[in-house]
Structure formats: structure tokens, C-alpha cells
T-cell receptor, first 117, second 117 residues
């Protein structure tokens, strides 16, 4: 089972460059998320999507954009890379939460380590 | 946003011994979910155990169990018979009951567990 697949695993960017972090899942999950993990910190939500064509901001959206044209894919774009965006980025997906039912956990990709120099 | 606090940046345990990792959270909600995730050096985020707030019984998964104290807003993880493979960063996470919006996870800053042979 592939689960959640992120590419690339590592990337070094120069300040001002742009790039897209790819995320795809094969579990037919409606919900998808992008988190960032800074050194010594927990994960923080950047953007999320509850289904194809629907996206919304999380806690730390500045400097990022997303799109969700299909259920499977949820790419994250950095338009003008800044040193503050050096981090490890995680994509996650889940079924819609169901009230009263055993909670659907989020499945995570292996992360993308991004350095901006 | 809900806050999750892990007051132990680092912990160590002798192999085969028991260790308890602490987690507290702040919320005004009555229905929610709590999770412990393990992050080994490979960076994967692996779900260890989950607890629904409406359940009084503490969750257990093999050598892993929780002590959920709802009134105290405490959710500690106990690892029994510690193994070398348990060495990792452990994150406590909170998720609201199903509602419109992100239904994302809020993470603590993590506890790095070292297992001593």
C-alpha cells in the first residue's frame, strides 16, 4: 500500500525561487492537510482541503498556496522562497471525521526536508 | 486554537523498564480526540494510540497505554517493557470533535525518548 506519497524528499532552494511540493494519496480520502515542522517544534497546519476544489487556510498559510483539482493530489506551492520557510513539510490525509464513530486517524507522508539558502 | 503542552523535552529509560510521557492540553470543548504519534529518525509520523474524550476507559495498544484524566486535561503515555525500537520523538496531539472546518491536529512540541541498552 502506497498510502501518502510526498516528493521530493529533500530540496535546497535559493531565496526567491519557487517550487511545488507534491503530495498524492491512494486511499480515496476526502481530507488532506499540509503541515510544517520546525526544529524542536510540533507540526503546524499550513493549508487543508475537505475535498476536490475546496481549500482553506490553516494556522501558518503566509507564503504558500495550494490547489486540489483531484481527490488524490494536493500540491503545496512556495512562490518566493524565504529562509523562514526552511522546515520539514508533511502531507496527511484522512476520511471525514464521523461523530460518535471511532475517529479516523490522519495518515502521514514521509515528509519533505526543505532548506532555503 | 487549542494548545497542547509536553513539558518533558527529553526522557530516557532503561531497556525493559517502564516510562511515562506527560501531556496536558487546554480546551473548552467537551468532545474531542487525543493521540500519541511516534516519529523515529526516519521522520515518519506513526500513530501509536488514540483516545476519545467521551470514553472513560483508558486506551491500550500492546505495550502502550494512556492515563486520560479529563478533568485535569491530562493525557500521559506509558510505555511498558521498553525496547530499543521505541527510541523516537513522541508527539501528543489534539483534535476537535467532528465539525465544519479543518478538523486538523494540534501538536505538542514533542518528547525525545532515549532507550538505554
Amino acid at each position: 500500500n502506497a498510502g501518502v506519497t510526498q516528493t521530493p524528499k529533500f530540496r535546497i532552494l535559493k531565496i526567491g525561487q519557487s517550487m511545488t511540493l507534491q503530495c498524492t494519496q491512494d486511499m480515496n480520502h476526502n481530507y488532506m492537510y499540509w503541515y510544517r515542522q520546525d526544529p524542536g517544534m510540533g507540526l503546524k497546519l499550513i493549508y487543508y482541503s475537505v475535498g476536490a476544489g475546496i481549500t482553506d487556510k490553516g494556522e501558518v498559510p503566509n507564503g504558500y498556496n495550494v490547489s486540489r483539482s483531484t481527490t488524490e493530489d494536493f500540491p503545496l506551492r512556495l512562490e518566493l522562497a524565504a529562509p523562514s520557510q526552511t522546515s520539514v513539510y508533511f502531507c496527511a490525509s484522512s476520511y471525514p471525521p464521523k461523530s460518535g464513530a471511532s475517529n479516523q486517524p490522519q495518515h502521514f507522508g514521509d515528509g519533505t526536508r526543505l532548506s532555503i539558502l | 486554537a487549542q494548545t497542547v503542552t509536553q513539558s518533558q523535552p527529553e526522557m530516557s529509560v532503561q531497556e525493559a523498564e517502564t516510562v511515562t510521557l506527560s501531556c496536558t492540553y487546554d480546551t473548552s470543548e467537551s468532545d474531542y480526540y487525543l493521540f500519541w504519534y511516534k516519529q523515529p529518525p526516519s521522520r515518519q509520523m506513526i500513530l501509536v494510540i488514540r483516545q476519545e474524550a467521551y470514553k472513560q476507559q483508558n486506551a491500550t495498544e500492546n505495550r502502550f497505554s494512556v492515563n486520560f484524566q479529563k478533568a485535569a486535561k491530562s493525557f500521559s503515555l506509558k510505555i511498558s517493557d521498553s525496547q530499543l525500537g521505541d527510541a523516537a520523538m513522541y508527539f501528543c496531539a489534539y483534535r476537535s470533535a467532528p465539525q465544519t472546518g479543518a478538523n486538523n491536529l494540534f501538536f505538542g512540541t514533542g518528547t525525545r525518548l532515549t532507550v538505554i541498552p
